[in-house]
Each structure stands twice: as structure tokens, then as C-alpha cells.
């Protein structure tokens, strides 16, 4: 069964730091594109990040880089989002998903989230 | 950036009714657009992808049409289980979301 386990959420200040992990298991974390989305409270969806599966390509939107860093390590099974110079904003749920095979962009299995609120 | 206007913002239907939800892109995106449906307190479920392409377990009572600027989702008779949020998401041009239908009991 494919799981995703996001943790490392937290209440944090403007311009403070936090790292989300995602725990994959039920699949080979390796052959897939991994993707963080998020949602603001009562907002839609907005995708932030990807990365390719031997991390070789990332993508960011807009309104995070330089500030959000991607990264993976296939042997530990594990997808991460280093969230730095926070701002209220960034308040959010932050999903990781993997993108389905040949379609990155398609995201077929979701974590359950981790809440990020950032306020002083 | 490519913009993803999905309509109505809100549906309100019975069960067993027809639900049909629109999204329109601000460019084409040829066929690449899926479907998402999120509950209360969860996470999105892929429903349809490449316009109209059911993912795996996903009944048949849902469809998806179109391509180029204009999709629809189309519900056939709703099921309780069916009242939730839908989003459309394209990744023709980087990947973006729409901003959501709420389909809602009469």
C-alpha cells in the first residue's frame, strides 16, 4: 500500500525556518517525480515544488524561490521542503504527492498533510 | 502563468442529479488537465487525467471532456459521497490549480 507521511510542521515566526519531511513507503520512492502542494486555511490548491526522481531537475513557483529548497534521498525514502524566510503567507497545509509515471504533473497519492502557521 | 477559471464556484444539486463543472484555461493546454476531488479534512483524490482519463478505482458515474481551453467534469447521478470540492490542474505549462467547484446538497 502507498503511504506519505508528511511531519515537521509547526507554528513559526516571520522570516523564521522550518523543514517538512515526507516519509514514502509501499512503492519505489526512487522511479518517481515527488511533488509538494499546499493549501492555505479555506483556500484552494497551489502547487509550490517538484523534483526528479535522482533530484537532477526542480521546480519551483514563484512566490517560494529562494526561499523554499526541495530535495529527496532515495535511501531513506524521504521527500523534504526546507522553508526559509517564512512569511504569513506560507500559512498553509503541505501535501507531498507523487506524480504518476510518464506525467509529472499528475498526482496520484497524497499524505495527509502538515499544517504550517507562521505568525508572530 | 497559465490561469484555470473553473464555474460555478458553488453547485447545489440532489442526489441523483446530473452535476456538470466547467474549467477554462487562459491558454490551451491541450489535453493536459486532470480532475481532483478533495472532502473535509482530506487530501485531493485524482479523479481524471489527460482530459478524460479515469484514474484507477474511480467509478464510472464521472467523465471528463475536452481540450484546448474549455473541460468539463461531468457527474452522472451524484452520489451521497460525491458533495465535496473538485479542482482542475494543468501541467501543460508548468502546473497550476483552479480555484475550485463546491458541489453541495439542495
Known amino acids: 500500500e502507498v503511504q506519505l507521511v508528511e511531519s515537521g510542521g509547526g507554528l513559526v515566526q516571520p522570516g523564521g525556518s522550518l523543514r517538512l519531511s515526507c516519509a514514502a513507503s509501499g512503492f519505489t520512492f526512487s522511479s518517481y517525480w515527488m511533488t509538494w502542494v499546499r493549501q492555505a486555511p479555506g483556500k484552494g490548491l497551489e502547487w509550490v515544488a517538484n523534483?526528479?526522481?535522482?533530484?537532477?531537475?526542480?521546480y519551483y513557483v514563484d512566490s517560494v524561490k529562494g526561499r523554499f529548497t526541495i530535495s529527496r534521498d532515495n535511501a531513506k525514502n524521504s521527500l523534504y521542503l526546507q522553508m526559509d524566510g517564512l512569511r504569513a503567507e506560507d500559512t498553509a497545509v503541505y501535501y507531498c504527492?507523487?506524480?504518476?509515471?510518464?506525467?509529472?504533473?499528475?498526482?496520484?497519492?497524497w499524505g495527509q498533510g502538515t499544517l504550517v502557521t507562521v505568525s508572530s | 502563468e497559465i490561469v484555470l477559471t473553473q464555474s460555478p464556484a458553488t453547485l447545489s444539486l440532489s442526489p441523483g442529479e446530473r452535476a456538470t463543472l466547467s474549467c477554462r484555461a487562459s491558454q490551451s493546454v491541450r489535453s493536459y488537465l486532470a480532475w481532483y476531488q478533495q472532502k473535509p479534512g482530506q487530501a485531493p483524490r485524482l479523479l481524471i487525467y489527460?482530459?478524460?482519463n479515469r484514474a484507477t478505482g474511480i467509478p464510472a458515474r464521472f467523465s471528463g471532456s475536452g481540450s484546448g481551453t474549455d473541460f468539463t467534469l461531468t457527474i452522472s447521478s451524484l452520489e451521497s459521497e460525491d458533495f465535496a470540492v473538485y479542482y482542475c490542474?494543468?501541467?501543460?505549462?508548468?502546473?497550476?490549480f483552479g480555484q475550485g467547484t463546491k458541489v453541495e446538497i439542495k
Open positions: 504527492a507523487r506524480d504518476v509515471v510518464g506525467a509529472t504533473g499528475w498526482l496520484d497519492y
Open positions: 490542474q494543468q501541467r501543460d505549462n508548468w502546473w497550476t
Open positions: 523534483i526528479k526522481q535522482d533530484a537532477g531537475e526542480k
Open positions: 489527460d482530459a478524460s
